[in-house]
């Protein structure tokens, strides 16, 4: 056995070409077009498209985190001035009522006495 040859595939291309059905099989081929193969030019394309898509989703749900902070914050911002707003509406309402307090006290007919700042 150590003077034969062994026939490996590989060494079987100088015994038996004519035989060989790779050449059916694997038949020289340009670059196809895609209207040859639909299938292949489709499932080229999906990659980009995937891609971008998921590159387009991943921003969108970090600018919805984003607008759900900033909606937070502003929600905070309104609950706070809200209740300063209704704090001073409170302090105006009773700041009117001592002041009408204040002017039901003068008497009807009473007469104006003008306050000169020069006089004192």
């Known amino acids: 056995m150590l003077g034969e040859t062994s026939l490996l595939p590989v060494e079987l291309q100088s015994v038996n070409q004519p035989a060989s059905t790779n050449r059916r099989i694997l ?20 990659p980009s498209t995937t891609d971008q898509i998921a590159e387009r989703v ?4 970090l600018r919805h985190a984003e607008l759900q902070r900033t909606n937070a ?3 905070d911002q309104v609950s706070a001035l809200t209740q300063e707003r209704d704090s001073l509406k409170s302090r105006l309402n009773a700041a009117r009522a001592r002041i009408d307090a204040l002017l039901e006290r003068l008497p009807a007919n009473a007469p104006v006495t003008p306050v000169h700042k020069d006089a004192e």
Do not use: V, W, Y
């Open 27 to 46: 038949k020289p081929c340009g670059t196809p077009s895609q209207k040859d193969n639909p299938t292949i030019a489709i499932s080229m394309a999906e």
């Open 58 to 61: 991943e921003r969108l749900l």
């Open 73 to 75: 914050l502003l929600a």
